[in-house]
């Protein structure tokens, strides 16, 4: 096990994809540690130069703060699970896991030894005799991380290990997989593009985009302190709303125009209203957003109320995810699933001031984060309409 650091790391691809771009982290000895981020944002490229596969153009890497840069990933002693596992098809998964022992000179009552405990901790010793070729995508993965795991690395790199899996596959190794790394306590990154596997796996996430590090943090500080827009779109289950609030006029009340169409403002963003044209960014999740048929919304200084049409209601069994245009602007809401919109029924929407983000212009920094959704209760107003 190990801390591992990366200093001002870039990553230059033929001298014209800068695809990681003065990136510094430290992982902590036993951390399970997220890289998150849309395809093509420099994740693998990280995670590849930390393992040792690849060499950044500049920065350095350091393993309890001794530079690794020039070693393998053998001496490295860093083991690594691919998307596409690269078990050998023809041996079994006892064969297939025994491997890495074996060339480092084990007995086999070491390797049996091994080999049976890591197959006991991964649920697939009744596998053990069986040949990868003859094993379930999600069996098939388990071996490999059987392999990865059996000669106890010095750090456990995950490049999207359960991505290609179907989805209740996927929730029961994401647990699996938690509760393993935590009992080894090995150092272990993992890659995904998806919020919700770094969200409920690792301890910390580092967010990039565009070869960019946008944000590092537990997942409660990322989802509700997202240092931008992109990051507070991209982080959670469901996106945030992000809208732009143009026309601004403060009298008779706080008022503006969202997609075109007209908002009322909650007297506290007056303070961030700058700039020539007085336009701001606004956000705020769909579960802190309420709807109403039109005209029966409660209005009042320190609600912002923007009116638009159904454009669908999508039942999710204990929530109802409405989607409302208002204007050009799409707005997404969650009510209770006893609530019933049509298409195209002209609604109000609803938002409590603490519960808004608002985004500075153009560099699009959060200047204001909405109170966290626990200890809010955003369907209070829907429930005293009710
Ligand atoms: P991610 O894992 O987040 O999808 P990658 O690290 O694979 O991102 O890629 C980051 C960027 O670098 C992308 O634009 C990708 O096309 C480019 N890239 C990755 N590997 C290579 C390579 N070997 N040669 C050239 N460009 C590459
Ligand atoms: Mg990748």
């Known amino acids: 096990m190990a801390s591992v650091t990366l200093s001002g790391i870039n990553k230059w691809y033929g001298g014209v994809v800068h695809a990681v771009q003065d990136v510094s982290f430290k992982i902590e000895d036993g951390e399970f540690f997220g890289l998150l981020g849309p395809s093509g944002s420099g994740k693998t490229s990280v995670l590849r130069m930390l393992a040792g596969l690849e060499r950044p153009s500049s920065g350095t890497i350091a393993f309890d703060g001794v530079s690794v840069e ?7 002693n860093v083991a690594m699970v691919f998307e596409q596992n690269a078990l050998y098809p023809h041996m079994t998964a006892r064969q297939n896991i025994s491997y890495p022992l074996k060339i480092r000179g084990l007995s086999k009552s070491e390797i049996d030894s091994k080999v049976g405990e890591v197959a006991d901790m991964l649920n697939i010793r009744h596998l053990i005799d069986r040949r990868a070729a003859q094993m379930s995508g999600g069996q098939q993965q388990r071996v490999a991380i059987a392999r990865a795991l059996v000669r106890r690395p010095n750090l456990l790199c995950l490049d999207e290990p359960i991505a290609h899996l179907d989805t209740l596959l996927r929730a029961r190794l994401r647990g699996e997989l938690k509760r393993l790394q935590r009992s080894l306590g090995t150092t272990s990154v993992i890659v995904t593009h998806d919020p919700i596997e770094a969200m409920t796996m690792t301890d910390r996430i580092a967010v990039m985009r565009d ?10 500080e990322i989802y509700n302190r997202p240092v931008n827009a992109f990051v507070a779109q991209f982080f959670g289950l469901h996106s945030m709303n992000v809208f732009e609030v143009t026309d601004i006029q403060e009298a008779p009340v706080l008022s ?13 963003v007056k303070p961030h209203l700058t700039g020539a044209d007085r336009s701001l960014s606004i956000g705020a999740r769909p579960a802190m957003i309420s709807v109403f048929p039109k005209g029966e919304a409660p209005t009042g200084s320190d609600v912002l109320n923007i009116s638009g049409r159904v454009y669908v209601a999508e039942q999710l069994g204990d929530s109802i995810l409405v989607t409302v245009q208002a204007g050009d602007a799409t707005i997404q809401a969650m009510t209770p699933p006893d609530r019933h919109f049509a298409i195209d029924q002209p609604v109000d929407l609803v938002v409590r001031e603490e519960a808004l983000y608002i985004f500075e212009g153009q560099g699009k920094a959060t200047v204001r984060h909405g109170a966290s959704q626990s200890g809010l209760a955003p369907t209070s107003l829907a429930s005293a309409h009710a």
């Open 70 to 76: 020039r070693q393998t990933p053998q001496a490295r």
């Open 211 to 220: 070869g960019l590090m946008q944000q590092i943090g537990t997942a409660d």
């Open 256 to 268: 503006g125009k969202c997609g075109g169409e007209a908002a009322r403002l909650p007297d506290s």
